[in-house]
């Protein structure tokens, strides 16, 4: 494939938002849908082109296609270059952002349609999308940061793209700064390899570190700084605080940055400097605590929202807990071959949320239910991401989830096995509550909202769900055999029968669809039967209860205690009360005091004779007397 | 080198401000074209300095001397080398560009613009000079155009913060002189180039050559600002009028990092070498203090003023870092600071011109109403934050790189990390700026608020176009700037 070729996978989605953004807007109509129709062909042709590459790589020697690259700078003994990895890794890479990406552009097109910043989203999305490509193929750290921090950037212009709203704007900011918190060590990680290295490429860094050059407390305090910026991005714990909040941008958005880019670029870093990873037990070891904890504190979480988005959302931190453990305990394709699954099915749900949304009006679930007579396409997909999520054999979810269970079991902390376990219990719930809220029973809503019945969506909106959900279903089966494994780098295929039932022949696997089931079961019993009383359960666990639904209080304590209280409010208005009363205080009082010295001084000028007749011989005698003493 | 370019770059300014001030009966659109005319030609001139630059030579280019002052042996001395050239093309670039961020003006036209001229004029010889007694002249000069614009044109409690600035640049520049003199009488010598050979360790002094180190030092880090002499640029910046803000913030304050380099550290190698930890120490504190401040204001013109005491902290750090690259980053943080601050005052200037409202908790939603001036605010806010693809991120990025690197002493790492934290705190109060101005409801009493008109849109895209460039291409004016930090680093022993 030549590299002219690779290049244009990322330059069109960049040609598309320099075109949207700059060229096309005095030649439409403020109504036109052209700039969603550049954006799609654009990453149509990035898709095409993608998939050409991921062939060319799984016939490559060593899965890996060598692409020259570009001098940047050169400062002093510094030089630094441009270029692209194109390995197995951003081969698969490539193809689920732009897969997603796609989908998430022609739903828009029914989504979007009407709205005044109908070209700015255009813009931004393909700019995401643009960023997003750059992070996966970029071959230097340095470069890989730059993308990075554009992903930011969009993200932060997307989430706040209905910026009249304040919540909108707040979400921005906070999703922006507290990932830049993250960054803030990516930073420190990349300036403390390159002072022991003099270099950022990833593939040199790689070879340092299995070579053993680069090993001890540097390789460690290296890892873990690259995964504070994993943990900024993929909103894990503790810095998961803004995946929540971004749900107030428009929904696509929500998808695209749920399933392929931002969130998915965090678990992605971590997959592409594994080998530093690999060499530090301690940093591996944190990868899979912090993995594993996440996954099921985010899943408590979720069990008690009422928004559908945002049941959606702490399933995502949820689960990217669960590649972030996998990547701990399993290794790179385990963690990515989550991450690709979940891409498809994540994408899917939250454009089924964004479907039921435009039918109804709203988000919030308590004012939906039986929408399953109305919108029979969104329900039937929305119903196989659920299954795939949940983890259902033999949907796309069963197959990695199953493969970072059973790596939890043997590596690493065993606490984290068992964690996993519940969380899949949870996980079940928490959507099958979802459906049943949303889709199952009658209709609670429609009093005051504009739409009176709700309808199924057009058909721009639906035909991307439905490709997303088969999908959802096949994309489980590239490892069925093994082969997404081999392809990675490690594990063996075998033949697609065998590899299809043999689950059914282990007790892992029976034991985490056992507990799927009854997280479904228990689902049916509150939401749908009502043999039980979702009330009667909450006030029974109080306490927990609350803490789940006012999230740990964590957003009161980084924003009303920290933030607030103790920085701007206390230190930081401490530092201002010394600048302006200590640093300048003293200032202006030197000046005040240079004034009042002259005006004492002044008094001496009386402009008499014989007043200053007498000083002079007051000095005079001093001088006498000085000289007669000392002299 | 027949043709004098540094002298007519200088001089051409001077030349603009004494035809509007001495002829009489010119009309307002005379004036401003006058300017115009005046302050272009210089750019057109450092720019075709900066194409005609040989990147092979390591010296001072453009060289023009001759005798000035034979009987303390001072000279009339200018040329440029690789970390002088930048300097110049943005003081050109924005003593130009300041002339149309005044196109508005209407209030004593006359003198408005020939002190605008003047203070580009002397801004270009303390870049240009390389004779002590001739930068100390220029150095000196700068402060009363300066004064004047605060104090006439400006804002708020102009005549105070007008005094303040003259008082408190008066302070440092006494103790420059002291420095100055102290190195004369010791050397014999005004010539930067031969003072940076090495004149001064010939010599036995009657002091100590850290005292000269750090008169000469005061007098430059009341200008950059460093904390804790910082106090004067919040009220100067805030209360000076547009232009004046830009010429600060752009050109002015990197007189200070300008001289730190090319006279405490070149000439003083050793005692820079001694004194690191302290500077570095204080770069810090800089960057912290000046963030943590910025996030306590309210005020959009304010919130600037101290991003940028924030922001020269960085190059208070690459400079006392004492390497290749990090003097190399600190060189370049002054130009992008440059471009990426003067544009930040000259949308707040516009913001505040056409809104009439300064106070943050009184802005917002004006992104519907004013979406061009929100726009390029949003960029240059993106560049103060050190977004790549800016040259804020270029700048700052090559800056930590060499600081961290950094052999200096043995705290560097720790102390460039707490630098970096900078960076988040930026974040924090660019973002909280443009929110509180931009997004969120639109507010009724600022709907038919004019946006950008063509002229302010031409001055828009070139700042954003230069800090665009800089950052996707640092090596464009990292190129340069190299050829006058390697001489440095070889003073300095590796």
Redesign the interface.
Known sequence: MPSQLIWLIFLLPVSSFVIVSFFIRPFVKPESRVAGYITITAISGSLALSLWALAAVMAAPHHQIVVPDIS???????TIHLGLIMDSLTAVMLVVVTIVSLMVQIYSQGYMHGDPGYHRYYAWMSLFTASMLGVVMADSL?LV???W??VG?CS?LLI?FW????S???AA?KA??VT??G??GF??AI??L??HTRTFDIAELHGLAIAGALAGTTLTWAAIGIFSGAVGKSAQFPLHVWLPDAMEGPTPVSALIHAATMVAAGVFLVARTFPLFAHSVEALTTVAIIGGVTAIFAASMGLVMTDIKRVLAYSTISQLGYMMLGLGVGGVAIGIFHLFNHAFFKALLFLGAGSVNHATGTFDMREMGGLRKFMPWTYATFLIGALSIAGIWPLSGFWSKDEILLHSQTGGPSILFYLAMITVFMTAFYMFRVIFMTFGGEYRGGGSGAHGHPHESSSVMVTPMVVLAVLAVVSGFWNVTGQFGAFMGHGETHSFVHGLFHPFTQTLPWISLILAGLGILLAYAIYSKKWLSAERIGSMFKPLYTLFIRKYWMDELYEGVLVKNA??GG???G??QV?TYG??GA?NGV?NGAIAGGRAIRRAQTGQLQFYGLFIGIGILAIILCVYFFG | MDFNYLTTIIFLPVLGAILIAFIPGLSARLIKRIAAIFTLIPLALSVFLFCQFDRSLVVMQFQEKLSWIPAINAHYHLGVDGLSLPLVVLTAFLGFIVVLISWKINLRIREYFAWLLLLEASILGVFCSLDLLLFFIFWEIEVIPMYFLISVWGSGRKEYSAI?YV??TLFGSAMMLAGILSLYFTTGSLSMIELAEGGLGMVQSIMPAAAIFFLLLTGFAVKLPV??V???LPDAHTDAPTAGSVMLAGALIKMGGYGMIRVCVSIFPQVARDYAPLLVILAVISVL?GA??T??QTDLKRLIAYSSVSHMGFVLLGVFAL???SL??AALQMVSHGLITGLLFAMAGLTIHNVGERDLSKLG?L??QIPIIAVVFSIAG?GGLG???TSG??AE??T???S??STAFSGM?VC??LA??G??LA??YI??ML?RT?????LEQYNGIKDADGLERVYMSAFIVLIMLVGI???II??II?LGISPI?GLLGG
């Open positions: 940047w700078l050169v400062v002093g003994d510094v340095l940061f730059v993308f921090e554009g950037l932060y706040g910026f009249h709203k304040p909108a704007a707040n900011k922006f700064i830049r918190f960054d803030f930073l420190a300036l403390l390159f002072a920085l701007i230190f930081f208005a530092l201002q600048d640093v300048d200032v000046a | 303040k008082v408190y904390v804790p910082h106090t004067w203090y943590a401040l996030l306590r390497g290749q690259v190399t980053g939603g992104a519907r993106l977004m790549p693809t991120f270029a990025f090559i930590f790189i060499g961290f690197s790492q460039t990390i970096v934290l960076v988040v974040a924090g973002l909280w929110q931009f997004y969120g409801p639109v291409y640092p090596a990292t190129d190299k680093v």
